[in-house]
């Protein structure tokens, strides 16, 4: 007889998964699912089968998911907040912007955290303003403005959220904050100008209200493989509403005539930075297409 459940945790082969009476089982896979070149990831309702005395559960079916992550591998993500730190490192937009159209690509949706807001607040306002015009819920946070930390929290409530960041964004201190915690902190590199990772292991923590939470890795980089070049524009929310008023409609948005975004560019209606980043991101896959091909 199996039980449904959610895996919460996975460390050294090992899946944990919590019933519906709240209670946590250690459990493995079963070799099924490796003929079947499937794996349970952290985050998915799966049944099992639960073991008797020292006999150890089996995770026997692993339920419909309406979304996965790779990097860490979890699944069933209602929300994800994407910390953008004004300082120690110092933001890139592009890498922010791809990351964006990355999440965008899977249908999660993004919420900008601007970390670390009280080191520079003016910047950090102008940083939040380019991404609620662009269409995202988008928030200021500092590490001892408690204020700012329960007004994050609000929108955590009864969802499954993933955080994701640059090292040194200050997800681990966030993350702390919200489920009074002690996960492992560092300070950030002055050489690096960058924290040292520091997730070891996959894990959904709980929290009151049914926050749950994933603490990703952070990451330096971004390729967006599943992309094709033609796609790129219906990742960049804003510019959907114009797209419809370009004159061709495979306009690129690049060099083509009566584009209407850009237009919308030259109006103020679209960031140049969002703008700048997207012409960036759409150059480089194209020629990742062109490498393909020879």
């Known amino acids: 007889m199996t039980e449904q459940g959610k895996i919460i945790k996975l460390l050294?082969?090992?899946?944990?998964?919590?019933?519906?009476?709240?209670?946590?089982?250690?459990?493995?896979?079963?070799?099924?699912?490796r003929h079947q070149k499937q794996k349970p990831l952290v985050?998915?309702?799966?049944?099992?089968?639960r073991g008797e005395?020292?006999?150890?559960?089996?995770?026997?079916?692993?339920?419909?998911?309406?979304?996965?992550?790779?990097?860490?591998p979890v699944a069933n993500i209602d929300q994800l907040l994407l910390f953008v730190p004004i300082r120690f490192p110092n933001y890139n937009l592009y890498l922010v912007d791809k990351m964006i159209a990355h999440y965008e690509s899977l249908e999660i949706e993004v919420i900008v955290v601007i970390s670390k807001a009280d080191l520079d607040l003016e910047a950090a306002e102008s940083l939040r303003?380019?991404?609620?015009?662009?269409?995202?819920?988008?928030?200021?946070?500092?590490?001892n403005n408690q204020e700012?930390?329960?007004?994050?929290?609000?929108?955590?409530?009864?969802?499954t959220t993933a955080l994701a960041g640059v090292s040194g964004?200050?997800?681990?201190?966030?993350?702390?904050?919200?489920?009074?915690?002690?996960?492992?902190?560092?300070?950030?590199?002055?050489?690096?100008?960058?924290?040292?990772?520091?997730?070891?292991?996959?894990?959904?923590?709980?929290?009151?209200?049914?926050?749950?939470?994933?603490?990703?890795p952070g990451f330096s980089s971004m390729d967006l493989e599943e992309v094709e070049s033609t796609e790129l524009d219906e990742l960049f929310r804003e510019f959907l509403p114009f797209k419809k008023q370009c004159k061709f409609m495979d306009c690129h948005h690049i060099n083509e005539?009566?584009?209407?975004?850009?237009?919308?560019?030259?109006?103020?209606?679209?960031?140049?930075?969002r703008y700048e980043n997207y012409v960036k991101i759409y150059e480089e896959l194209v020629e990742k297409e062109r490498e393909r091909w020879r």
Not at 43 to 49: A, I, K, Q, T, Y
Not at 130 to 143: N, Q, T
Not at 150 to 157: A, D, G, M, P, R
């Open 12 to 33: 050294g082969g090992f899946y944990y998964i919590q019933d519906q009476e709240g209670k946590v089982e250690e459990s493995r896979a079963r070799g099924v699912f």
């Open 43 to 49: 985050g998915d309702c799966v049944r099992f089968s």
């Open 53 to 72: 005395g020292e006999e150890l559960s089996y995770v026997e079916e692993i339920l419909p998911r309406k979304n996965s992550l790779l990097r860490p």
């Open 129 to 143: 303003n380019i991404y609620k015009k662009a269409g995202f819920s988008a928030y200021l946070l500092s590490e």
């Open 148 to 159: 700012m930390i329960e007004e994050i929290k609000k929108i955590l409530s009864h969802k």
């Open 169 to 216: 964004a200050g997800k681990s201190t966030f993350v702390n904050s919200i489920l009074d915690l002690e996960l492992e902190t560092q300070s950030v590199s002055k050489k690096l100008n960058r924290g040292k990772h520091t997730t070891r292991h996959t894990e959904l923590m709980m929290g009151e209200e049914g926050i749950l939470l994933f603490d990703t």
């Open 257 to 273: 005539p009566k584009c209407g975004v850009r237009e919308a560019l030259k109006e103020g209606e679209i960031t140049e930075s």
